[in-house]
Each structure stands twice: as structure tokens, then as C-alpha cells.
């Protein structure tokens, strides 16, 4: 619109008036949401900066007066309390997460190629099958799920984490792929087939590629299923086997903890989700006008 | 007919570019029905192994009857019921409504929003507990960073935040919203990104600027995709075990437990997993309608394709 006109007529005034206070206030909502959500992560550095080793009170300083690293540094060197183990727990939540997604978008990809693009005749019985794994939440499945994780010989391995996770993110997995998918024409594939391409081929050489925005999404959703989880991996693994995120979690019992260690720890342990979805961000913005649940 | 009405009355298939399907409808056969089944069939095991046989089992470990009655005449159950319902009820419809509000203030194409969009999905990416946990120590009364700033800025001192049912059960719903609005907010906007212009410009030559818009245009062609996301959402938030365990660690005495965390308490704690479960299945009276009518509407937008 011209700013021009918009000087040299009187009664654009009211719209002149009307677009600073636009601005005004969306700067004003911007301010608003950006305290909201750096709030919680300002006060993780807070408590992890604190050199004193219980500290978690705020005494009134938006800066710590004498930042210190000693935190991070116990973390490191797997000096605290309850941190003994910690490169091995983070080992663990890493292997989980990373199976997660890699299976995840692989058994995901896979049933959604059939389906959708190769019209497996009944296969959207079974993507339609897959939501209904979501009418029972996850955590409501956790009795069961100890118990047959033990009938399948899985009690306290991280494999039976990583089932329970891949289970529960294929569903939503699957959803989003086959919205993205139709915006792939299928005269590619049939261009494809003419020229002899095999299942094999169509699947690798022309549904993988141009479907990588909604793997990204989902591979970024599946890892942060894994890393957000808690009751799962406190549940069907034992101590020996433990993960990060769990022994940050089981401190709460603990109000003596080392905490500027622990806040320390919590800090790496959400950086690498955070790290994925920053290398993924182009991805991500791609699949976005096409990520609609609508369809 | 207006203008607006036009396009509308034009166009149930905007947001879809064209359908894709091809005219002959093939049937598979040979080695490619060989290969279809075999992709399909990862996911068929998992599914069996992993999704059917804990649900069937779930559904017989919570089918004695006896365990209602317990449930019942048990001190913490209701409570818990209540708190459920006000968890969910609040927690999603406010998230879900501020999501869909502010995935209109991020389609502003202005470098500044952009950047900030970084920084607002943040929480998204955070993983839960340790979030959680975070919230937990800025709660935790006047040693905690909000009492803190509330004292510093406004001179007010602020309350003992989880010692109090309403006001830990409060603390519960904002820190569940502040996890995960963002994710949400990112639907929406990929949904509004599938809006046409032409819409909004033939709405512009009625009249529909501003909060009329919104009413409308936006919110009708938005309406599908907001229903889908607020089952799908309900469906979820029901079993949230995280926030509340971690926040206000179901406390004081218990009075701000939900159905997931009681069935825990249940099972773990007090070694009654069939008590547990019974705890966490009843409630499928709610589960149920909320899946079917999910689904039905995932089948009714195929249908429209």
C-alpha cells in the first residue's frame, strides 16, 4: 500500500492511527511471547550458573552474581551425585531416540508407500487400524506393557523402549506422510513404470526424495517422542540400564541434589532435539502448507 | 451472492492442489503385490505385537467388575476424575484456541516475527521433564523465580503455589499449555498457509477485515482441521503423565492427581496394577466417542479428495 497516499489524504488518518496501533500491539504480543518462552530455559542457566551446589532459590538478581561453569563441569567429568553414570544414561537416551526415528520413518514409509502410492487394495483399513492406537493413551498402557515386554524376554533392554516408542509415533507418522504424499503426482510413478522401475526403485529413487520434508517432520517428531518420554523408560528399565531423562526426573525425591550439576545436565540433555530440528529447519518450513490434518 | 460467498461456495477442494489419482485404477499383481505386502508388513507386526495385544490386555486385566467399586469408595479416585476434566477440558481448548489465534499473528510477514517463531517453538523442542522440572523450581514458592519476580517488580508477595489444590492444579494446566501450544501453532499455521489469497481479498471487497474475517472466512475453512486437532490433542493430553508428575507432583496429598498418574500410584506404588488399570480404563467412556468421531472426520476429508 502507499505510504504516499496515505500522507496526502486527511482521511487516511484513521487508518495511519489504526496501523501504529497494529504494530504497537503485536510488538507488545511479541515481547509477551518471547518472556513466555525463555522464561523456564532462563532459569534452567539461572540454577545451572549458581556455583553454589543446592542452590535453586532466586535471590533477586536477573544475572547470577558469580556465574560459574563448576556445574557443567561436574557433568562432565561425571563428578555430582546421581551423575555418576551420566555419558552412559545420555548414551542410552541417544540410542533410543536415534532408533526411534530411524525406524520410525522407515517402517512408517514403507506402509504408507504401499498404501498410498501403490494402492495396496484394503490399505487404508490398516492406516485407518493404526489411529486406533491412539484411543488408549500411551501411559494408560504401561501395566500391560511391563508385563509383555517380560513375556517377550525385553524386561530391562532399551529395545523395549524403543518398540513402545516407535508404536506409538508410526500412527501420526503415517498420517502426516500420506497428506504430504498426495501432493506428488502419480503420473511421476507412472512415467517411472513405464520405463520399467520396480517397486524398489519407485519407493528409493522417487517417493523418498521428494517426500523428505515430511520425513524430516516426522523423523523431528519421533525423536522428541523419545526424548520426552519418562514413564516408559522409568518403568521397563532397571537402574543398571537407565536413562538421562529419568534420573533428572527421579531427583525430585532428592531436594539436597547437586542442582546446578543437574540443570547443567538437563541443558545438554535437551540440546541435541533442539540441534536436529535447527539442521532440519528447511525441511521443516517446506512441509509446513502441506503438513494441514485437513486434507 | 457475495464475492466471498462465491469463492467459498467454489471451493471445498482449495486447500488441495488438484487430486492425483490416476484415471485406471490398476490392480496389483505379480511381484508387486509381493513387494506391497512386504513393505506393509513391518508395520503389521508392530502394530500386532505392540499396539493390539497391550490394549487387549489392558481391556482384560480392567474387566473384573470389583474393581470399580474399589475405585469408587477409594478417597483419591473423584478427585482425581474432577482434576482430569478440568486438566483436559482447560488445558486443551485454551491451547488449542490461543494456538489457532497466534498462528495468525505469525503469518505477519515481518522479519522480527519470523525470528521470534524460532524462539516461540523452542518449548516444543525442550524436552518434557526437564522443562517440567524447570517449571517445578520457578514455582516452588518464595525462593522460586516467579514469586521472585512478582515480589522484585510488583512488590507482591506471591502465593505457595503447590500448596494449594486449585493453584497447583493451575500451575499444571499453564506449564501443559506452555509445552505445547507451540506444536499446535504449528499446524494451524501450515493450515492457514493453505488458504488462498483470493479468498481473503474477495472477503476484503465485503467487508471482512479484521475480527469479521477471522469470524467468517478463517475460522469456517479452518473448522475441520480445528476439530481433528482438538480430539487428536484430547486423546493425547488424557494420558499426560509428565506434566503433572514432574510440576506439582500430583501434591498437596494428592489432590491434583490425574487418571495417568493415579493409575501409576495405583500400580507401582501401592502394587495394584489391575487396580491401576481399571483406574486409567475407565476412562474409555470418553476415549471412545472422542476416537470415533476422530475418525470419522479423517474419513470424511479422504472422501472429499
Redesign the interface.
Known sequence: MSIVMAFSRPEHRNYRLRRVLTEASSIMLGLVLLIWSLLPVYNMLLIALDPEEGEVEFSGNLYPPEPSLEGFGAVVMQEARYLEDFWHQFGNSIYIGLLTMVLTVLIGSLASFAVSRMRLSKGSLLTNAALFTYVIPASFLIVPYYRIMHLYGLSDNLWAVIAAQVTFATPFAILIMQLYARLIPFELDDAARVDGASAVHLYLRIYLPLMTPALAVVAVYALLLAWNDYLYQAVLLSPRNMTASVTQGQLFVDADAPWNAMMAAAIIYVLPPIALLFALRRYVVAALPAGDVKG | MSSTQQVLAAGPRL???G????PG????RG???T???A??V???A??C???V???G??LW?ASQPSLYTELVTDRLYLPTVVNTLLFVGLGVNVKMFLALL?SG?FM?R?W??RA?L??????????????C??????L?GE???V???LL?LFGIDGPLWFNHRWLALGSNIVVYI?KWM?FWT??F???R??IPRDIYDAAEVDGAIGYRRFVHVTFPL?A??YL??TL?ST??T?????TV??VS?GGPAGSTQV??TL??QY??DNAK?AL??AA??S??PV??PI?IV??RR??T??V??
Open positions: 486447500s488441495v492442489k487430486p492425483r489419482r490416476s485404477h490398476r490392480r496389483l511381484s508387486d503385490l513387494w506391497a505386502i513393505f506393509v513391518p508395520y503389521a508392530v502394530f505385537a505392540f499396539a495385544l497391550p490394549i490386555y489392558a486385566m497466534l499473528f505477519r515481518r522480527w516475527i521470534l524460532a524462539v516461540y517453538i523452542l518449548p516444543w523442542a525442550l524436552a518434557a521433564t526437564q522443562a522440572i524447570s517449571f517445578h523450581w520457578m516452588i525462593q522460586g523465580l514469586d521472585g519476580l522484585a506452555w507451540p504449528l499446524v499455521l501450515a493450515g498457509m493453505t479452518m475441520n482441521l481433528v486437532c487428536l486423546l493425547w488424557l494420558g499426560d503423565f509428565t508428575h514432574m507432583g487418571l495417568a493409575g501409576f500400580a507401582f496394577p491401576g488399570v486409567v480404563m476412562a474409555l476415549l471412545i476416537a476422530l475418525m479423517l474419513q476429508s479422504e472429499q479428495l
